[in-house]
Structure formats: structure tokens, C-alpha cells
Nanobody, 124 residues
Framework: QVQLVESGGGLVQAGGSLRLSCAASGRTFSNYVMGWFRQAPGKEREFVAAIRWSDGSTKYLDSVTGRFTISRDNAKNTVYLQMDSLRPEDTAVYYC?????????????????WGQGTQVTVSS
């Protein structure tokens, strides 16, 4: 059974940094794409970033490019989202997701497995 467990959310001032972690278990993820999505109150779930586990290729939402970095640690089976220069508009629940595919997709419905989410709040 696939399990994705996020951690690392919290409250931070604008301009600050947070690092989210997603611990993955239940199978080998070498043929998976791992994604981060976020959902703010009253808004649809939004793609933030993704990484192809096999070769480390990445894709980002335009508004986070240059501020957020997605990475993975093969030994720990963990995916990270380093978030720098945070803005109030980054406030949302952040979800980790896994897609058994080789092509990085930005649409949530491609992803088969989801974590429970972690709250990120950026104060102005």
C-alpha cells in the first residue's frame, strides 16, 4: 500500500523559507513522477512542482520558478520542496502526490496517490 506522508509546514513571515518533506513508502518509486500541489481556501488544487524520480527532471509552476526547488533523496525515499522568498499568496495546504508515469504531468487527475497535506501560512 502506497503511503505519502508530508511534513514541514508552518507559519512563516513573507520572505522566509520552509522545506516540505514527503516520505514515500509501499513500493519502489523509480518509475514514478512525484508532485507537489497546493490548495488555498475557496480555490482549486494547483500544481506547484514535480520531479521524475528516475532522472531528476523537474517542472515548476511559473510563479514559483526561481523560488521553489523540488528534489529527491533515493536512500530515504523522500521528496523535498524547498520554498524560499515566500509570499502571502503561497499560503495553502500543500499536498504530495505520486503518478506512475514517465511523463511529468501538471494536472491533478493524473496522480494516483496523495498525502494528507500540510498547512503553509505566510504572513505579510
Amino acid at each position: 500500500q502506497v503511503q505519502l506522508v508530508e511534513s514541514g509546514g508552518g507559519l512563516v513571515q513573507a520572505g522566509g523559507s520552509l522545506r516540505l518533506s514527503c516520505a514515500a513508502s509501499g513500493r519502489t518509486f523509480s518509475n514514478y513522477v512525484m508532485g507537489w500541489f497546493r490548495q488555498a481556501p475557496g480555490k482549486e488544487r494547483e500544481f506547484v512542482a514535480a520531479i521524475r524520480w528516475s532522472d531528476g527532471s523537474t517542472k515548476y509552476l511559473d510563479s514559483v520558478t526561481g523560488r521553489f526547488t523540488i528534489s529527491r533523496d533515493n536512500a530515504k525515499n523522500t521528496v523535498y520542496l524547498q520554498m524560499d522568498s515566500l509570499r502571502p499568496e503561497d499560503t495553502a495546504v500543500y499536498y504530495c502526490a505520486a503518478d506512475r508515469a514517465l511523463v511529468i504531468q501538471g494536472a491533478a487527475w493524473f496522480y494516483d496517490y496523495w498525502g494528507q497535506g500540510t498547512q503553509v501560512t505566510v504572513s505579510s
